[in-house]
């Protein structure tokens, strides 16, 4: 927490502080390896945007921050993890940066040999808010989202936004594919712009593999030919379901089979931080 290293229980925030009265605070998750990190500037970097675009103090310069996100892996010398990076506002309207680890449950290996089931959430998504695009810890909803998702034994719910266009997962972002030309919902749709689905764009266009970002209504998801899902955690994983209907012949495509083995050697070369 700003820069020393204290165990869970000495890690906190007052109990009046504008973070925990009103959920004030940004946060992003990492993926981490044994002793490796995956992405670690980028996600850095994204928060700092938030926290300026929200007008929340960032208590650390960014290499600050990058070292003590090497500083906290390497003292929690675990396997795979997940680390999460917040800036929260304190009571001072000063802030707080806090670096968290846990251990990852890793996703069962079917998912990615057979694809995931998504739900069609019934509430939209609001493109207009002024929280529309960022992670911050007003995240009540997604978190009840996803809590029912597993209990309805999906990986999670697919929103999308008040025009009827396909958005975004409550942790992931989507994209398709129809003739060989991949699509993914614009950043106008009020989506998070990921980590993973801006380096499998840029992945797509080092290959020459059409790729357009826009605005598409949910009929022209379920007409496509493959579809996969994205996330910092999950990478590149195939999506063969949306509630009772089969995305393409309902089993991972060959673009999709691709892009996950080129998303990751796209990470190994360029996009991780040994410890």
Not at 71 to 78: F, G, I, T, V
Not at 169 to 176: A, D, I, P
Not at 206 to 230: C, M, Q, R
């Amino acid at each position: 927490m700003n820069g020393e290293a204290l165990p869970e229980d000495k890690a906190v925030v007052r109990a009046v502080s504008p973070a925990v009265l009103f959920g004030a605070g940004v946060f992003d998750t990492l993926k981490c390896g044994e002793r490796r990190l995956y992405w670690l500037g980028e996600h850095v970097d994204r928060l700092r945007r938030f926290c300026g675009e929200l007008s929340i103090p960032l208590s650390r310069s960014r290499d600050e921050a990058i070292g003590d996100v090497k500083l906290c892996l390497a003292k929690n010398a675990w396997g795979p993890a997940s680390l999460k990076i917040l800036a929260t506002l304190s009571a001072e309207e000063a802030g707080d940066f806090f670096v968290v680890i846990s251990e990852r449950t890793a996703y069962v290996p079917s998912i990615y040999a057979e694809g995931a089931a998504l739900g069609l959430s019934s509430a939209p998504q609001n493109e207009r808010g002024g929280l529309s695009g960022k992670k911050t810890l007003n995240y009540f909803e997604r978190y009840l989202a996803r809590r029912e998702a597993k209990r309805q034994g999906v990986l999670d719910w697919l929103y999308l936004d008040t025009q009827k266009n396909v958005a975004e997962g409550t942790f992931l972002n989507v994209f398709w594919t129809k003739g060989g030309k991949v699509r993914t919902p614009a950043l106008s749709t009020g989506i998070l712009s990921g980590i993973t689905r801006t380096v499998v764009l840029s992945v797509l266009r080092h290959e020459g593999i059409p790729a357009e970002e826009g605005t598409f209504p949910l009929e022209d998801l379920l007409s496509a030919d493959e579809a996969f899902l994205t996330s910092s955690v999950l990478e590149v994983a195939p999506f063969v379901r949306l509630d009772e209907r089969k995305i393409g012949a309902g089993m991972p495509g060959p673009i999709t089979r691709h892009l996950m083995d080129a998303y990751r050697a796209e990470r190994d070369a360029k996009g991780t931080t040994r410890i």
